[in-house]
Nanobody, 127 residues
Framework: QVQLVESGGGLVQAGGSLRLSCAAS????????MGWFRQAPGKEREFVTG????????KYSDSVKGRFTVSRENEKNTVYLHMNNLKPEDSAVYYC????????????????????WGQGTQVTVSS
Protein backbone atom coordinates (compact mmCIF):
# COMPACT_ATOMS: atom_id res chain seq x y z
CA GLN A 1 0.00 0.00 0.00
CA VAL A 2 1.10 3.52 -0.82
CA GLN A 3 -0.51 6.69 0.44
CA LEU A 4 -0.06 9.83 -1.64
CA VAL A 5 -0.51 13.44 -0.54
CA GLU A 6 -0.21 16.32 -3.00
CA SER A 7 0.62 19.90 -2.11
CA GLY A 8 1.72 23.14 -3.74
CA GLY A 9 -1.35 24.06 -5.73
CA GLY A 10 -2.75 27.56 -5.80
CA LEU A 11 -3.63 30.59 -7.87
CA VAL A 12 -1.06 31.97 -10.28
CA GLN A 13 -1.10 34.39 -13.18
CA ALA A 14 -0.55 33.24 -16.73
CA GLY A 15 3.15 32.92 -17.43
CA GLY A 16 3.90 32.12 -13.82
CA SER A 17 5.28 28.99 -12.19
CA LEU A 18 4.28 26.51 -9.52
CA ARG A 19 5.86 23.43 -8.04
CA LEU A 20 3.64 20.59 -6.93
CA SER A 21 4.85 17.94 -4.52
CA CYS A 22 3.58 14.45 -3.89
CA ALA A 23 4.70 12.80 -0.68
CA ALA A 24 4.41 9.04 -0.57
CA SER A 25 4.28 6.76 2.44
CA UNK A 26 4.50 3.02 2.47
CA UNK A 27 7.02 0.39 1.71
CA UNK A 28 9.21 0.13 -1.35
CA UNK A 29 8.44 3.59 -2.65
CA UNK A 30 11.53 3.38 -4.80
CA UNK A 31 9.97 0.61 -6.87
CA UNK A 32 6.96 2.71 -7.83
CA UNK A 33 6.46 4.49 -11.13
CA MET A 34 4.88 7.88 -10.39
CA GLY A 35 2.53 9.89 -12.55
CA TRP A 36 0.72 13.20 -12.60
CA PHE A 37 -2.75 13.58 -14.03
CA ARG A 38 -5.17 16.49 -14.13
CA GLN A 39 -8.87 17.00 -14.48
CA ALA A 40 -10.60 20.25 -15.36
CA PRO A 41 -14.33 20.81 -14.76
CA GLY A 42 -16.41 19.04 -17.37
CA LYS A 43 -13.40 17.28 -18.85
CA GLU A 44 -11.95 13.82 -18.52
CA ARG A 45 -8.88 13.15 -16.46
CA GLU A 46 -5.77 13.39 -18.60
CA PHE A 47 -2.19 12.23 -18.30
CA VAL A 48 0.32 15.01 -17.69
CA THR A 49 3.62 13.30 -17.01
CA GLY A 50 5.21 10.23 -15.46
CA UNK A 51 8.58 9.16 -14.15
CA UNK A 52 10.01 5.68 -13.73
CA UNK A 53 11.20 4.49 -10.37
CA UNK A 54 14.75 4.60 -11.66
CA UNK A 55 14.21 8.26 -12.51
CA UNK A 56 15.84 7.69 -15.89
CA UNK A 57 12.65 7.64 -17.95
CA UNK A 58 10.02 10.34 -18.20
CA LYS A 59 7.05 10.97 -20.46
CA TYR A 60 5.00 14.09 -21.04
CA SER A 61 1.78 14.96 -22.75
CA ASP A 62 2.19 17.19 -25.79
CA SER A 63 0.29 19.99 -24.07
CA VAL A 64 2.90 20.38 -21.33
CA LYS A 65 6.09 19.28 -23.04
CA GLY A 66 8.76 21.94 -22.73
CA ARG A 67 6.94 23.72 -19.89
CA PHE A 68 6.58 21.07 -17.18
CA THR A 69 9.28 18.92 -15.62
CA VAL A 70 8.82 15.89 -13.38
CA SER A 71 11.46 14.79 -10.89
CA ARG A 72 11.74 12.59 -7.84
CA GLU A 73 13.78 12.32 -4.68
CA ASN A 74 13.56 8.73 -3.57
CA GLU A 75 15.34 9.44 -0.30
CA LYS A 76 12.48 11.82 0.55
CA ASN A 77 9.73 9.63 -0.93
CA THR A 78 8.64 12.64 -2.96
CA VAL A 79 7.90 13.38 -6.59
CA TYR A 80 7.69 16.91 -7.95
CA LEU A 81 5.98 18.62 -10.84
CA HIS A 82 7.66 21.85 -11.86
CA MET A 83 5.28 23.91 -13.95
CA ASN A 84 6.52 26.93 -15.90
CA ASN A 85 4.88 29.32 -18.32
CA LEU A 86 1.47 28.34 -17.01
CA LYS A 87 -1.57 28.96 -19.16
CA PRO A 88 -5.24 29.31 -18.18
CA GLU A 89 -5.91 25.95 -19.84
CA ASP A 90 -3.59 24.34 -17.28
CA SER A 91 -6.18 25.07 -14.59
CA ALA A 92 -7.35 21.78 -13.09
CA VAL A 93 -7.14 19.52 -10.10
CA TYR A 94 -3.81 17.76 -10.29
CA TYR A 95 -3.49 14.22 -9.02
CA CYS A 96 -0.46 12.17 -8.15
CA UNK A 97 -0.56 8.45 -8.90
CA UNK A 98 1.65 5.43 -8.27
CA UNK A 99 2.06 1.90 -9.48
CA UNK A 100 4.60 -0.70 -8.49
CA UNK A 101 6.69 -1.49 -11.52
CA UNK A 102 8.80 -4.55 -12.21
CA UNK A 103 10.82 -2.71 -14.82
CA UNK A 104 12.91 0.12 -13.47
CA UNK A 105 12.34 2.32 -16.55
CA UNK A 106 8.62 1.73 -16.95
CA UNK A 107 6.36 4.81 -17.22
CA UNK A 108 2.59 4.44 -17.33
CA UNK A 109 0.66 6.91 -19.48
CA UNK A 110 -2.95 6.02 -18.75
CA UNK A 111 -5.03 6.20 -15.61
CA UNK A 112 -5.56 2.45 -15.74
CA UNK A 113 -1.80 2.00 -15.42
CA UNK A 114 -1.85 3.26 -11.83
CA UNK A 115 -3.12 1.65 -8.67
CA UNK A 116 -2.83 4.42 -6.07
CA TRP A 117 -4.05 8.00 -6.20
CA GLY A 118 -3.80 11.10 -4.10
CA GLN A 119 -6.68 13.43 -3.25
CA GLY A 120 -5.56 16.13 -5.66
CA THR A 121 -4.51 19.75 -5.44
CA GLN A 122 -6.15 22.64 -7.26
CA VAL A 123 -4.19 24.74 -9.73
CA THR A 124 -5.82 27.87 -11.08
CA VAL A 125 -4.16 30.03 -13.71
CA SER A 126 -5.66 33.46 -14.28
CA SER A 127 -5.37 35.29 -17.59
Amino acid sequence: QVQLVESGGGLVQAGGSLRLSCAASGRSYMEYCMGWFRQAPGKEREFVTGISWSGRSTKYSDSVKGRFTVSRENEKNTVYLHMNNLKPEDSAVYYCAAVRALERDYVGVTGLSYDYWGQGTQVTVSS
